[in-house]
Every structure is written in structure tokens, then in C-alpha cells.
């Protein structure tokens, strides 16, 4: 096992030499075409959280809202990345890497935009709700199943395997910190808990998923966030130091002269971008099961998503972090790291207070993990024994990623997730005019007063593979009526750009 781990941890090096820069400049183009959107639209994205999900002819909501989408692809985001894994970035990289958290997370709004633009757009109707994602995009945007059927594996390999194996052993590891003891049959005992509990949401499908994620996802993450507020007012003397400590390492002569600058890079940037999953293909599915009136709606919602995961939350645990152990570099560290610190802060109360937190917030991210998962089962197949296999697997693999060595998972998730961040960005930087032609249009509508719909006879003609957003994919349904009746349309079905 040891020499699997090793070779995982040399691979993912490997590729994550030329991936950091490539992963910062894609960004940056994002950033440049779509107008800073990702900072020039900020009011917009707070609005958009409050929009109602659209009505049926019943009355009935027709999918999950843009709060419930938004909390599903939260849930992915908060949870293990932010506390073991920025950890892990601290400890690893230096203080410094948290400043290129936060430069990844600021040009990652950009492609966490245009990434969950595009899967809006080319989202497709199954029954009464909505998916898609990167594996549809693939097909429908790009024309090419055989890319859609690899990227939807892929995540199936990442999501389904790796990922939730990484986030139910941070549960483990909070445990065994909060309660310290050599019986392995504590082990097991919260292997069998988190394993039965996953097991009694995934079979509720994706609208229990966003209820639960909508309930549990803002509480947590609010009581991380007053945990850490209470942590920096017990060491305010030490605000100053942690920031100069952040911004001195980050351009520090001595990390240069030393040769470890790019691994302080590289550090902050796969942890930001594994924590707040811009352009990694993930939070595309949660993105497209919304029912929203224009895809930018949430291509706006989920940048917000990547601020609130990397700018306030992995920031808190840096501060924990870092007050704690100023001196903190070169050695690993994860979950372990971060309750240390608490506990050294605020007492013993603190690690308890931690795995009760780390807890939620890695389960809730297995559920994403299971929704990304299942999406992609069902883009391959519709038969509807494979789909239950899948969801027995996944259960069984929670409860086994409670039981494995962690330093083995985290070694596979940075080996797998830049291969699956390569082939979204890849046909990002592709489809980055059709985002950037959503933004104007959504601008444009705006400006003339009226709340903004897509509708497909608004899209280029030269768009193929979209086959939602006739007027009842875009407005509820009196309105959608109303639409036809205005153009002419009534009785007959929306034309779809060819």
C-alpha cells in the first residue's frame, strides 16, 4: 500500500507542475473576456440566491431552487477541503500559500461562472426536474459522446470513489481527535453511523439531497465561522502577524531564494481550487438541476459559492491555524492540525465543538458527492438496477473511507481531480463566447427593466444541442402563456436554435 501511496503522491506532482499555471491563466482569460464578472456583478449574485424556484401549471415548484442548487454545490465545497486540506496548505506550503487560495479563488469566480453558465444552458428535461453537467456538455455543446461518456467515468471514479472516501475519513479523523482512545471498535461504530445516514438520504433522490444540504450546509457552516470568530478575538493581538506572515511569505525573498515558491503555489492553488471546486466539473451538475429563468443566474450563484468557501471559510482556518503555530512549514498535517489549534485557542471544548462541525459538513459533502455521482450514472445508462448498484456501492465505499489511511486518499484525490479539472477547462476555454454572449443578453434584458428569461428564440441559430429553454423552461407557467400569445405561439412549441 505504501508504494501505491507513493506513487500517487510523485504522479500528482507531476501534473500539478504545469497545472498551476495553467489553472491561474485560464482564469485570468475568463476573467478578461467575461468583463471581471466575477467582481463587476456582485450585487446581482446576492439577489439571485432569493429568486423562487418556477412554477408548473399546478402551482408546483418544477425543480430545486437557486438556494437549494446553491447549497448542493456548497455542500460539496464546505467540508474537508476547507479544514484538513487548508490545513494541509499551511502546513505544506507556508503562509504564503493561503494568499494564492485567495488569487485562485478570485479569478476562479470567473470560471465557476462560466462553468455553471454553460451547464444551465445545455441542461436537459428528465420527467419534472433538470440535469446535466460536464458529461452533457461534452455531447451536446461539443458534439462528442465518446468525451461525454470519459468525463462522465471520470467523475465516477473522483466523485463517486475518491472524493466521498476522503470526506467520511475527515469524519473519522474529527472523531478520533475529539475522543481519544485505542478501541477499534469506535472506528467501525462511525463508519456504521455515517454509512447508515448516507444510505437514508441518497434513497430520497436529489430533492431530499438539497433539502437536507439547504438545512444543514448554512447552520454548520455559520457555527465554523463563530468558532473561528471567537478564536481570532482571543488572539487579536495576532491579526496583524498572520496577515504580514501571509502577504511576506508570499513574495518573501527567502521562499525564492530557497526554491520552494512554486510548491507554496502550488500548494495554495490545488487546495483552493479542491476545496472550492471552480472549474473542476463538479458543482456544473448542481448548477443545471436549477429552475432559473436565465443560465446566468447560476453562473452568478455559484461564484458566490467559490467566495463564500475560500475567501471566508478557508481563511478562518488559516487564521486558526497560523495563530497557533506561527512557525508552521514543510511537514504534513491535516484535520489533526486544525483541532491542535482550536484546542489551543479555546480549550478542549474546541475539538469536540470541531467533529461535531466536520461532521456535518463532510456528510453533507458526501451527498454531493453521491449527486454528482448518481448524475452521471444516469447520463450512461437507464437502466434502473445499474443506478441502485451504484447507490449500494457508494454507501459501502462510505463506510470503507472511514477505515482507510488517510494520507493514501488524499494522494488519489491529488492525482485525479487535475485530470478531471483538464478536461473542463479544456472545454471551457472552448465555449467561452456562448457565456459571454448569456452575460450580454442577461445585461441586456436588465437594462430594459424586465427580470431576465432565456428563451430559445433569443439564441444564435448557429447553437446546436440546446433543447431546453422554450418559454416554459424559462418563466412559470402563466407567463410562459402569455409569451406565446405575444409571439404568436400559442398551441405550438417554442423553436429551439438549430
Known sequence: METVESWLSEAGAWIWGPMTPMVL????????????????????????LLDPPLKDENGEDRSVSTLAAFSISAAGRIGTANIAGVSAAVAMGGAGAVFWMWVIALVGGATAFVESSIAQLYKVREGNAYRGGGAVVYEKALGSRIMGVLFAVMVLICAGISFNMLQANTIRVAVDEAVPTDAAWVNWAVAGVVAVLTAAVVLGGVRRIGHVAEGLVPFMAGAYLLLGLAIVVVNFDQVPGVFGQIFGQAFGVQAITAGSFMGMVMEGVKRAMFSNEAGMGLTGHAAASA?????????????????????????????????????????????ELASASIVDAVGTWGAIALAVILFTLAFTSVLADYYYGESNVQYLTRNK??????????????????????????????????????????????????????????????????????????????????????????????????YRREHGLAGTAAPVAD
Open 385 to 482: 438496477g445499474l443506478l441502485t448498484a451504484f447507490k449500494l456501492a457508494f454507501v459501502a465505499l462510505t463506510f470503507l473511507g472511514c477505515l482507510v489511511e488517510p494520507t493514501l486518499l488524499w494522494s488519489l484525490a491529488d492525482f485525479l481531480f487535475p485530470l478531471l479539472a483538464l478536461l473542463t477547462i479544456g472545454s471551457l476555454l472552448v465555449l467561452l463566447p456562448k457565456a459571454r454572449w448569456l452575460l450580454q443578453d442577461y445585461r441586456a434584458q436588465e437594462a430594459e427593466g424586465r427580470n431576465p428569461a432565456l428563451t430559445s428564440d433569443r439564441l444564435p441559430r448557429n447553437w446546436r444541442g440546446v433543447t431546453c429553454w422554450e418559454p416554459e423552461d424559462a418563466m412559470d407557467h402563466d407567463q410562459a402563456q402569455a
Open 291 to 335: 429552475s432559473v429563468s436565465h443560465p446566468v443566474k447560476q453562473g452568478f450563484a455559484q461564484t458566490l459559492g467559490v467566495y463564500l468557501d475560500t475567501l471566508v471559510v478557508c481563511t478562518i482556518t488559516a487564521f486558526i491555524v497560523l495563530s497557533a503555530n506561527p512557525r508552521v512549514g514543510g511537514e504534513e498535517a491535516g484535520a
Open 25 to 48: 491563466l485560464a482564469g485570468l482569460v475568463f476573467t478578461v473576456v467575461t468583463g471581471v464578472v466575477q467582481v463587476r456583478m456582485l450585487p446581482a449574485m446576492f439577489r439571485t
